[in-house]
């Protein structure tokens, strides 16, 4: 399995519909709605630090402005930033992150790795 760093095409962010499109440069098409992509945050206040707990642990709900992606920042060549409508900004997809998360049936069929959320 090589561990190339997947390549994003085009990254588009369709706010009518709440839903962030990748298209990647192997042909492959994910699809990710912004809730789930705020709740796969990876930063250290949404994910705790040091066995503290994170913003995301504390709470089963998040509000509308949490989930309302307003800009995404490319981070060098390898990840991308939401800006979340809460002003949240620090959370860095790298681009492997981003295809992992690929929620999609050829995707999600090929095992994940871990269940994070422990659901
Ligand atoms: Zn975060
Ligand atoms: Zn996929």
């Known amino acids: 399995m090589s561990q190339t760093m997947p390549e994003p095409l085009t990254i588009t962010a369709d706010v009518d519909e709440r839903l962030l499109r990748v298209e990647w440069a192997d042909g492959h098409r994910?699809?990710?709605?912004?809730?789930?992509?705020?709740?796969?945050?990876?930063?250290?206040?949404?994910?705790?630090?040091?066995?503290?707990?994170?913003?995301?642990?504390?709470?089963?709900?998040?509000?509308?402005?949490?989930?309302?992606?307003?800009?995404?920042?490319?981070?060098?060549?390898?990840?991308?930033?939401?800006?979340?409508?809460?002003?949240?900004?620090?959370?860095?997809?790298?681009?492997?992150?981003?295809r992992d998360l690929c929620p999609c049936a050829e995707c999600a069929g090929r095992g994940a790795t871990s269940d994070e959320r422990g659901v």
Do not use: K, N
């Open 30 to 98: 994910s699809v990710y709605a912004f809730e789930a992509l705020r709740w796969a945050c990876p930063c250290a206040t949404c994910r705790g630090e040091w066995g503290r707990p994170g913003l995301l642990d504390a709470t089963d709900r998040l509000t509308p402005e949490q989930t309302d992606l307003v800009d995404l920042r490319q981070v060098g060549r390898y990840a991308i930033c939401p800006i979340w409508a809460d002003g949240h900004s620090t959370g860095i997809f790298t681009y492997r992150a981003l």
